[in-house]
């Protein structure tokens, strides 16, 4: 496990993710047995909350794109894609504003999803305007030559 995920799971998501992952979950009104998908899921945290609300007849299926991983990502999505219509929800915690192609993300949101799913998504606005962010940004890529916030295009 790296330093940065370690990190991201002991200080930002009790004190940011996890508070905030509440907030979505209760807006999207889950139901037993629903088939969710997390995007951008960082270290989970939106999908651990919501496996208990969907039980075990539901399914729980966590993406995000780690710098450190994108290889190995794109290999596995070459070999496995996400069924057309399958899931009754998708949630995107503060991740969308980082795709580089937000509407080809959001297509793809929609062809998962079974007919009358749900999308809920929680948006900040661009790195550009962020400057928690930005700052995380320019400190990974001097101490670690790569960005920790910057996902590559959808």
């Given at each position: 496990m790296s330093y940065l995920a370690e990190s991201y799971e002991r200080f930002m998501v009790p004190s940011l993710f996890e508070p905030w992952s509440f907030h979505l979950i209760q807006r999207a009104n889950l139901q037993l047995g629903e088939r969710v998908l997390d995007i951008a899921c960082g270290t989970a945290i939106?999908?651990?909350?919501?496996?208990p609300r969907?039980?075990?007849?539901?399914?729980?299926?966590?993406?995000?794109?780690?710098?450190?991983?994108?290889?190995m990502a794109q290999a596995m999505a070459e070999r496995q894609r996400l069924p057309n219509e399958n899931?009754?929800?998708?949630?995107?915690?503060?991740?969308l504003m980082f795709f580089s192609n937000q509407h080809a993300?959001?297509?793809?949101?929609?062809r998962v999803l079974k007919t009358g799913g749900r999308v809920v998504l929680g948006v900040w606005q661009g790195l550009d305007r962020h400057p928690f962010y930005q700052t995380l940004h320019e400190v990974s890529q001097r101490h670690l030559g790569k960005s920790s916030v910057q996902l590559e295009e959808s």
């Open positions: 939106v999908a651990r909350n919501v496996v969907v039980g075990s007849q539901g399914m729980v299926v966590g993406l995000d794109v780690n710098p450190d991983m994108i290889g899931f009754d929800l998708v949630f995107c915690q503060f991740g993300a959001l297509k793809e949101m929609h």
